[in-house]
């Protein structure tokens, strides 16, 4: 499983970092990716490490401003959030995916952003 961590509620402008912790496998080999979605809406694609943990890639909406980092000795994804927005609002999801059959997902952590 993977476990997310680190939501809250941030003012415009503010930052936050996301934890997701990879339980009962290593993540090597794994695409981690973090989603979101918020109210009323689908989820979307936020950003992802490819299965040899680099070559980040990133919405369009969040470049710039969020940046992935992750720790192999503990397992865990980051994702840096930066000059966060209202429309950031949402539950943020990590995802982790090797293969059809071995795609876990978290329990989603609640990010909201407003004054």
């Known amino acids: 499983q993977v476990v997310e961590s680190g939501g809250g509620l941030v003012q415009p402008g503010g930052s936050l970092r996301l934890s997701c912790a990879a339980r009962g496998f290593t993540f090597g080999g794994y695409v981690m990716s973090w989603f979101r979605q918020a109210p009323g809406k689908e989820r979307e694609f936020v950003a992802s490490?490819?299965?040899?943990?680099?070559?980040?890639q990133y919405a369009d909406s969040v470049k710039g401003r969020f940046f992935l980092s992750r720790d192999n000795s503990k397992n865990t994804v980051y994702v840096q959030m930066n000059n966060l927005k209202p429309e950031d609002t949402a539950v943020y999801f990590c995802n982790a995916r090797r293969s059809a059959t071995l795609n876990y997902w978290g329990q989603g952590t609640q990010v909201t952003v407003s004054s």
């Open positions: 490490f490819s299965s040899g943990g680099s070559n980040p």
